[in-house]
């Protein structure tokens, strides 16, 4: 597979374009675009958040894509995401002006289509369907354009975690209570995956995101932009540049098991990887979980004993907490309540699934182990 790299040091759309068209160039996009092609940009919205801060795809990014398409002929360009929290008008509208989307390129459309459609999946997929929002069913062309980050559950978000916001709003933690186990889980988001099959993926590293990602991290800038048509080996190559062991994430672990990724194939084209890479900060939930040292064949036991001794919980600071109800409305298992506009947990339930934390605008909330 071919996977670019160019090193672009700061926000600077010219040089963020040059690194795009590079990229799509070494990857052949041209050759697939055609006049009157409907083009779905698949960003990383989380969460309504500035975009000085590295926990969405920054809209100079997104620019600088559709750029590109529009210089290659194509006018029919919508941007869709579904954030974590409700899909509607309202709220996506707050989406878009808080990430900085209002001064997006003139031909990209901000999707306000909040239906989704049913897709079937084939007869071996654990999943038989997925609802995906709309504008994806009826895109032509996908690209996927994700930011480079941990993530409390998953340990990692790159190109296959950025799918799962084709799920519209609040179906989301209802897939985590569905399956609340990290292999399960896992399973079902290469199998989201390979449904929504992105073309292209644009990986956004100029700042990316250590420590309690996927939103309570903090800046770790690599200063890169990547893209690939194969996302599965590209999250292995990005983990690798982020110092983690790949194969410790399980999503990446299965990607490889399935033949998804082939990490052994993978030709290299741009700038060289840099030389002074450090590794990335693992969220709190990580941070006692060494199976990733361990050889593959001990990795998967290990990971299941370990996460029944070291099971997460979150816990609230009832200081910080500003009693907006974001963890309540996102927790799968109903086990939040906001009272005297504090947010209250009950452990019975608990699925660990982190998505209170996710949702949490003011950082209020840590991780508590078992142990
Ligand atoms: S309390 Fe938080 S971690 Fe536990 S199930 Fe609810 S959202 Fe998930
Ligand atoms: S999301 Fe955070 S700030 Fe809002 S109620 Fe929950 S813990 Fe408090």
Same mark, same amino acid.
């Given at each position: 597979?071919?996977?670019?790299?160019?090193?672009?040091?700061?926000?600077?759309?010219?040089?963020?374009?040059?690194?795009?068209?590079?990229?799509?160039?070494?990857?052949?996009? *041209?050759?697939?675009?055609?006049?009157?092609?409907?083009?779905?940009?698949?960003?990383?919205?989380?969460? *309504?958040?500035?975009?000085?801060?590295?926990?969405?795809?920054?809209?100079? =990014?997104?620019?600088?894509?559709?750029?590109?398409?529009?210089?290659?002929?194509?006018?029919?360009?919508?941007?869709?995401? %579904?954030?974590?929290?409700?899909?509607?008008?309202?709220?996506?509208?707050?989406?878009?002006?808080?990430?900085?989307?209002?001064?997006?390129?003139?031909?990209?459309?901000?999707?306000?289509?909040? %239906? #989704?459609?049913?897709?079937?999946?084939?007869?071996?997929?654990?999943?038989? #369907?997925?609802? !995906?929002?709309?504008? =994806?069913?009826?895109?032509?062309?996908? $690209?996927?354009?994700?930011?480079?980050?941990?993530?409390?559950?998953?340990?990692?978000?790159?190109? +296959?975690?950025? !799918?799962?916001?084709?799920? /519209?709003?609040?179906?989301? /933690?209802?897939?985590?209570?569905?399956?609340?186990?990290?292999?399960?889980?896992?399973?079902?988001? !290469?199998?989201?995956?390979?449904? =929504?099959?992105?073309?292209?993926?644009?990986?956004?590293?100029?700042? *990316?995101?250590?420590?309690?990602?996927?939103?309570?991290?903090?800046?770790?800038?690599?200063?890169? +932009?990547?893209?690939?048509?194969?996302?599965?080996?590209?999250?292995?190559?990005?983990?690798?540049?982020?110092? $983690?062991?790949?194969?410790?994430?399980?999503?990446?672990?299965?990607?490889?098991?399935?033949?998804?990724?082939?990490?052994?194939?993978?030709?290299?084209?741009?700038?060289?990887? /840099?030389?002074? !890479?450090?590794?990335?900060?693992?969220?709190?939930?990580?941070?006692?979980?060494?199976?990733?040292?361990? /050889?593959?064949?001990?990795?998967?036991?290990?990971?299941?004993?370990?996460?029944?001794?070291?099971? %997460?919980?979150?816990?609230?600071?009832?200081? $910080?907490?500003?009693?907006?109800?974001?963890?309540?409305? %996102?927790?799968?298992?109903?086990?939040?309540?906001?009272?005297?506009?504090?947010?209250?947990?009950?452990?019975?339930?608990? $699925?660990?699934?982190?998505?209170?934390?996710?949702?949490?605008?003011?950082?209020?909330? #840590?991780?508590?182990? *078992?142990?």
């Amino acid at each position: 597979m071919i996977q670019t790299l160019y090193n672009v040091e700061e926000y600077n759309e010219e040089k963020i374009y040059e690194a795009v068209s590079k990229s799509f160039e070494a990857l052949g996009v *041209a050759n697939d675009l055609k006049p009157g092609m409907k083009v779905v940009l698949k960003p990383n919205l989380v969460m *309504a958040k500035n975009p000085q801060y590295p926990v969405t795809t920054h809209p100079a =990014v997104i620019n600088a894509v559709a750029e590109y398409l529009h210089a290659h002929g194509i006018d029919d360009i919508t941007l869709a995401e %579904s954030s974590g929290g409700l899909y509607n008008a309202e709220y996506m509208k707050n989406v878009y002006r808080t990430c900085g989307l209002k001064a997006l390129h003139p031909y990209i459309r901000l999707n306000m289509d909040f %239906s #989704s459609v049913s897709v079937n999946c084939p007869d071996n997929f654990a999943n038989h #369907s997925f609802n !995906l929002i709309t504008p =994806v069913t009826n895109a032509d062309y996908i $690209i996927n354009i994700c930011k480079l980050k941990t993530h409390a559950m998953t340990g990692f978000s790159g190109g +296959i975690k950025n !799918l799962f916001g084709t799920i /519209p709003g609040l179906e989301k /933690p209802q897939m985590h209570y569905r399956w609340p186990a990290i292999e399960d889980f896992s399973r079902m988001l !290469l199998e989201l995956a390979q449904t =929504v099959n992105p073309n292209v993926t644009v990986i956004d590293a100029i700042d *990316a995101m250590e420590g309690n990602g996927p939103t309570g991290g903090t800046s770790h800038p690599l200063h890169l +932009i990547m893209a690939a048509r194969d996302f599965y080996t590209q999250d292995y190559f990005a983990a690798g540049l982020m110092g $983690i062991e790949p194969e410790s994430i399980v999503m990446i672990r299965q990607a490889v098991e399935r033949g998804l990724a082939t990490p052994d194939d993978i030709t290299l084209v741009g700038d060289p990887v /840099p030389a002074d !890479l450090t590794p990335f900060v693992k969220p709190d939930t990580h941070k006692l979980d060494f199976s990733g040292s361990l /050889p593959a064949f001990l990795a998967k036991p290990a990971t299941a004993v370990m996460s029944h001794f070291l099971k %997460s919980y979150p816990k609230v600071d009832k200081n $910080i907490c500003v009693g907006c109800g974001k963890c309540a409305e %996102s927790c799968p298992a109903h086990i939040i309540k906001i009272e005297n506009h504090k947010a209250k947990f009950t452990k019975r339930g608990c $699925i660990s699934c982190f998505c209170c934390q996710e949702m949490c605008p003011a950082k209020a909330i #840590s991780v508590k182990r *078992a142990l």
